[in-house]
């Protein structure tokens, strides 16, 4: 198979398998079959995609012009690679932890929620297959609109303001912010095509740059540099499984994948490293890693800590972007692929002690290891993985992005990223320490049952802490993939 | 032989339909006939667009009188586009009229309706072909009355007082056309408009010509709606039958913006336009105001209707800032802006058609959980107000895309800010609607609420489908309007 036809069919698969999961709405277990195979259809095509790009090949295909010069056209390179495998193989393990956590909890629309679920699948492909920044702002804003309706899924007015806070801050940010800086970027240079190398390179005076640079990490929302976090923790009130593939790895990671991209393809890393104004947004991502993580360690419902969690992680990735080199770019796409794996594990132990337990907040949760041991080893597992323990992959992105703050001559963001992790340990070991040390409740005697989520839900999460450690032992391909990115073959 | 009549036709054929729409009598035949009407329009107006678009601009001497004596169409793609789009809304919105009209006005009324659909369509196409600068004022006349009579047939008694208060305003504006024609009569001796461009120059510098430029600006600003001459357009629009709200909203503010063109770029000439009179700055800095206040006010509205109607004064400030860019890029934004919100709007105010069908209200607060009970309606009205906000996809994306680019290519840095954060401003005002569509809990949940029956919804589903289509495949809009663009400017054939 081609690559380009490969590149479509990722588009249209999630579209076909929505149509397919909207007509088996009356039979819920044809319908979480169709959302199966789907899923393993994508993630089938993205890895056929593997081959081709290891050999250094970029496949291509240019769908249509949507205004002269400005085409609706995909090309596969590493750094979207990683991002599509990562987003299409914890589809489905999420679809799987879905199955039994929508079920256990009850939740009314189910096949809304698989259908939307799918366009946002689909949505995210298109964000990593991008050839252009124009064709990238089409699927981000899909990416944000089909995403809507997953975040105010419940349908009450908690989630009514929720969606209010992410639809206004992503969609606002997005067209005040990106937009303007896509139009200014064109006009200026006369493509948007993501070019190794960069494109504004001697187009632009540095003041024109420099504020193209601010308006773009700023315009990208997704990424929740602060101030433009709070989308985030509001995005909480949607079901778990959204929370996990979507709000840690799928919409965010498309934020800061395009702040990668258009790091290396839009400025390119020799004209950024000249930015002035490129140190004072590190020092942000910086104050961000470090605030976020202070708000965490005050959070009582764990989903929320988590999400200030994520928000800290991500801006890991934005400083590795920041940081201007080869190494920073590395580590931040590795920092994708650890980050997206322990995170998502700890969002599916969240919910699974919601299904199993309805309990939401951490005082609740003392004694919890022992009901539910699988879940909380898991979440203790992810848990080193995002502190950045061995043997968990997570050490090695972490690493990378040292590593890169060294060679940049950046010594206080070593003192960022380890003060970071000592935080890190500060917000989520005491869940586990809680969960396995604690006693339940004091008036609770007697011998204690193990009651764990329902099995699909445990097998997803099993699955994914067993991927950081995997990610440990073999970090060498995800490595070698994140390096052609900077140092393409040909 | 009927391809060299088609200006003559496209006025012709919807002139002499209307008095037999009166002589037709019963309000089903009435309703027929004017369908028929109306794409039989829409067809002979598509074949002198693709004719424009082949062969150039060309004139028609009606009954072979040689202008300037006589009356002269002059059809170029401009105009060609401008009536597609006038022909296309009434094409789409007439077989919608059936249902919507049996439920807002009363069965005795329906032929006058009609034929009052007619003429207003007349008017409209007429205002748009010819090139006589007295033709435009009579048949802006014949919109003008005619769109007066079926404003004041919408079932609340307000449509009264709002239909009274538009004949007012329009009256006024009318009179100041027809003063502005009147002084450029007096000082050049001829109406046809090519013939004006040709002598205006040589006495432009003259007190009499000035006083037409302004007096004329002014009506045309008033039939446009132009920020803040536009206090007649949001009652009118609020109380309107909905079919009327419907076509009026995508045609006739439209129309008059197209007046505004031909006598600013074509009649008065750039170079008076915006060299002896400073109206760059004056259109600037309305339409700046008009897109951030009539916004504003947009978001605060309770009524659906009222809250499209000041949408629409706002859009009419982007239309404007093209305008005033005097660039091919920013009147190509302009033109694209008027197909684009044409479209959007249309489907917008035929989606709260539909709902004002079935609940009998287009109150916000009688609009919570409607989405449960209508959920085909609200999706149209869904992706038409994506195309409000600008989301890629839709055709509002791509006409804000050009308006920007070209802000940026004048060099107009915190315009195009401006622009952008205004249409955040759109968000908050359709995300009002969506809100209480699908979140809200139906207070009226006794009450028997179902989907719009299905006259209804084809016709809001083209137009959607439409603002989704031409925000993808933008070949048509894009092609018409930049090549008007530049035949406004002067640019090439």
């Not at chain 1, 044809?30 to 593997?50: Q, W």
């Not at chain 1, 940049?408 to 969960?435: C, D, H, K, N, T």
Request: glycine share 8%; proline share 4%.
């Amino acid at each position: 198979m081609t690559g380009s036809i490969a590149i479509i069919a990722a588009l249209l698969v999630p579209l076909i398998g929505v149509l397919g999961i909207v007509g088996a709405r009356h039979k819920p277990n044809l319908r979480e079959v169709v959302t199966l195979v789907t899923a393993t259809c994508l993630f089938i095509l993205v890895a056929s995609l593997l081959t081709p790009v290891l050999a250094g090949g970029r496949p291509s295909v240019s769908v249509m012009e949507i205004l002269p010069g400005l085409e609706l056209a995909f090309e596969v390179e590493p750094l979207g690679l990683v991002f599509a495998l990562i987003a299409s193989f914890l589809w489905i393990v999420t679809s799987v932890y879905s199955i039994g956590y929508m079920r256990g909890h009850h939740e009314k629309n189910q096949t809304r929620f698989y259908a939307w679920f799918a366009v946002a699948l689909a949505a995210t492909m298109g964000v990593a297959f991008a050839g252009n920044m124009f064709t990238l702002f089409i699927f981000y804003e899909i990416l944000t609109l089909s995403t809507y309706p997953l975040v105010t899924h419940a349908g009450t007015d908690k989630a009514k303001q929720g969606g209010r806070t992410y639809f206004g801050i992503l969609i606002g940010t997005s067209i005040a912010f990106q937009l303007l800086a896509i139009i200014i970027t064109y006009v200026t240079v006369g493509t948007l095509d993501f070019t190794q190398g960069g494109i504004l390179a001697g187009k632009a005076s540095d003041f024109v740059i420099g504020m193209l640079l601010v308006l773009y990490v700023f315009g990208v929302g997704k990424a929740a540099l602060m101030p433009f976090h709070r989308w985030l923790p509001a995005a909480m009130v949607a079901p778990t499984p959204v929370s996990a593939l979507l709000h840690a790895v799928a919409v965010v990671k498309a934020g800061v994948f395009t702040i990668l991209k258009i790091s290396v393809y839009i400025f390119g890393l020799d004209l950024l490293a000249d930015i002035g104004v490129r140190d004072a947004l590190m020092w942000l991502a910086a104050a961000t890693i470090l605030i976020a993580s202070v708000i965490a360690i005050r959070q009582d419902n764990l989903k929320r800590r988590l999400a200030y969690s994520t928000i800290s992680q991500l801006s890991y990735i934005v400083l590795g972007a920041m940081l201007a080199t080869e190494a920073g770019i590395v580590g931040g796409t590795m920092h994708i692929a650890m980050h997206a794996f322990g995170k998502i594990t700890l969002f599916f132990c969240a919910g699974a002690i919601l299904v199993a337990t309805h309990k939401t907040e951490i005082s609740q949760m003392g004694g919890i290891g022992r009901i539910m041991p699988i879940t909380m080893t898991a979440y203790t597992i992810g848990a080193l993985s995002i502190i950045g323990a061995p043997p968990m992959g997570g050490l090695w992105s972490k690493w990378m992005l040292g590593m890169a703050a060294l060679d940049a001559g950046e010594f206080v963001m070593i003192g960022v990223l380890m003060l970071s992790s000592l935080l890190s340990i500060g917000y989520l070991l005491p869940v586990s320490y809680q969960a396995f040390f604690n006693t339940p409740d004091r008036h609770v005697t007697g011998k204690t049952v193990i009651k764990e989520a329902p099995a699909f839900s445990v097998a997803a999460l099993s699955l994914t802490a067993l991927g950081c450690i995997v990610l440990f032992l073999f970090p060498d391909p995800l490595y070698h993939l994140a390096g052609m990115i900077v140092t393409p073959l040909d | 032989m009927i391809a060299a009549h088609l200006p003559a036709l496209l006025i012709a054929i919807p002139l002499i339909a209307a008095p037999v729409c009166l002589l037709l009598g019963r309000g089903g035949l009435a309703w027929a006939w004017s369908t028929l009407v109306s794409w039989l329009v829409f067809g002979l107006s598509w074949l002198m667009l693709q004719k424009t678009l082949i062969s150039g601009p060309f004139n028609y001497e009606l009954g072979g009188w040689e202008a300037p004596f006589g009356i002269e169409y002059q059809v170029d793609t401009l105009n060609a586009f401008i009536l597609l789009i006038v022909a296309a809304i009434g094409a789409v919105v007439m077989p919608y009229a059936r249902a919507s009209v049996n439920r807002e006005v009363p069965a005795h009324k329906h032929t006058l309706f009609y034929t009052a659909y007619l003429l207003c369509l007349t008017g409209l196409l007429g205002i748009t072909i010819t090139g006589d600068a007295f033709n435009v004022f009579v048949f802006l006349e014949i919109s003008s009355l005619s769109s007066y009579a079926m404003i004041a047939l919408g079932r609340d008694p307000k449509a009264l007082t709002a239909s009274f208060q538009y004949l007012i305003m329009g009256t006024i504006g009318a009179t100041f056309i027809l003063i502005g024609i009147g002084l450029m009569y007096q000082m050049t001796g001829t109406l046809n408009m090519a013939d004006l461009a040709k002598r205006l120059p040589a006495v432009e510098d003259t007190r009499p010509v000035m006083a037409a430029f302004a007096f004329f600006i002014i009506g045309v600003s008033l039939k446009l709606a132009l920020f803040p001459l536009h206090m007649w357009l949001p009652n009118a629009y609020a109380y309107a039958p909905s079919v009327v709200t419907a076509f009026l909203a995508a045609t006739a503010t439209k129309v008059s913006v197209y007046v505004l063109y031909r006598f600013v770029f074509t009649v008065f000439g750039q170079s008076f336009s915006f060299d002896v009179i400073p109206l760059e700055p004056i259109l600037l800095v309305l339409s700046l105001a008009g897109i951030f206040v009539a916004s504003a006010v947009a978001i605060f509205q309770t009524n659906v209707k009222r809250l499209l109607a000041w949408s629409s004064v706002a859009q009419i400030g982007y239309i404007m800032l093209g305008v005033s860019l005097i660039t091919v890029a920013g009147l190509t934004a302009s033109i694209l802006h008027i197909f684009n919100h044409a479209v959007m709007k249309g489907a917008l105010f035929l989606a709260m058609g539909a709902v004002y069908y079935q609940v009998g209200s287009v109150q916000i607060s009688d609009l919570n959980g409607i989405a449960k009970k209508m959920p085909y309606t609200m999706f149209a009205f869904v992706i038409a107000g994506l195309g409000l906000i600008g989301v890629p996809l839709t055709g509002g994306f791509i006409s804000k895309w050009y308006l920007i680019t070209a802000v940026l290519e004048r060099g107009w840095w915190p315009v195009a800010v401006l622009v952008l954060l205004s249409s955040l401003l759109a968000v908050f005002y359709v995300w009002r609607v969506v809100e209480a569509a699908y979140f809200k809990a139906g207070d009226n949940d006794d009450v028997e609420v179902r989907e719009a029956p299905l006259s209804m919804l084809v016709p809001l589903y083209v137009l959607t489908a439409a603002s989704v289509w031409f925000g993808i495949d933008t070949s048509l809009p894009l092609k018409a309007s930049t090549e008007a663009a530049r035949q406004l400017m002067g640019i090439g054939g």
